[in-house]
Antibody, heavy 120, light 108 residues
Framework: EVQLVESGGGLVQPGGSLRLSCVASGFTFSRYWMSWVRQAPGKGLEWVANIRRDGIEKYSVDSVKGRFTISRDNAKNSVDLQMNSLRAEDTAVYYC?????????????WGQGTQVTVSS | SYVLTQPPSVSVAPGQTARITCGGNNIGSKDVHWYQQRPGQAPVLVIFYNSDRPSGIPERFSGSNSGNTATLTISRVEAGHEADYYCQVWDSSSDHYVFGSGTKVTVL
């Protein structure tokens, strides 16, 4: 059974940092791109970042460029999101998702999310 | 940047058909995916490649994509279909994924 479990969320002051982690199981992690998606309170889904199977190719939404870094460790079946210089508008539930190119790039499995709150 | 436009809400009576549109410039040239998100839950992929269903998704869910509009159709709607629905594409010109703003489906 495919599982994605996020951790690392919490309350942080503006300007602070957090590192989110997503641990995968039930599939060959190194064969899949991975993604982070967030959802602000009462708002829609927003794609945050993607990382290729080997960890070399990465993409991210403009609003987090220079502040957030996605990385992965295929030996540990994990993908991380390092978030620096956090702002109030980064407050959201952050989801880890598997990208399936067999399904045209759709996100076929999602974690349950971890809450990030940026507030003083 | 590429923009996907969805109606904020769609209301439908039980047993009827719900159609949710997703508008974008020449979206017919892109692969569109659709997600269902029930309150307090993670999204679930219900349509990929415009019209294909992942394993386990019932035939009531179907999709189409042409010109500037993609459509998710839910046939014989029931209370369990109440949720938010999002369309998604990969915009190769910006190397970004883009989600639509979401449509809340209400079963009357």
């Amino acid at each position: 059974e495919v599982q994605l479990v996020e951790s690392g969320g919490g309350l942080v002051q503006p300007g602070g940092s957090l590192r989110l982690s997503c641990v995968a199981s039930g599939f060959t992690f190194s064969r899949y791109w991975m993604s982070w998606v967030r959802q602000a309170p009462g708002k829609g889904l927003e794609w945050v970042a993607n990382i290729r199977r080997d960890g070399i190719e990465k993409y991210s939404v403009d609003s987090v460029k220079g502040r957030f870094t996605i990385s992965r460790d295929n030996a540990k079946n994990s993908v991380d999101l390092q978030m620096n210089s956090l702002r109030a508008e980064d407050t959201a539930v952050y989801y880890c998702a598997r990208v399936s190119w067999e399904l045209g790039g759709g996100f076929d499995y999602w974690g349950q999310g971890t809450q990030v709150t940026v507030s003083s | 940047s590429y923009v996907l436009t969805q109606p904020p809400s769609v209301s439908v009576a039980p047993g009827q058909t719900a159609r949710i549109t997703c508008g974008g410039n020449n979206i017919g040239s892109k692969d569109v995916h659709w997600y269902q998100q029930r309150p307090g839950q993670a999204p679930v992929l219900v349509i990929f490649y415009n019209s294909d269903r992942p394993s386990g998704i019932p035939e009531r869910f179907s999709g189409s994509n042409s010109g500037n509009t993609a459509t998710l159709t839910i046939s014989r709607v029931e209370a369990g279909h109440e949720a938010d629905y999002y369309c998604q594409v990969w915009d190769s010109s910006s190397d970004h994924y883009v989600f639509g703003s979401g449509t809340k489906v209400t079963v009357l």
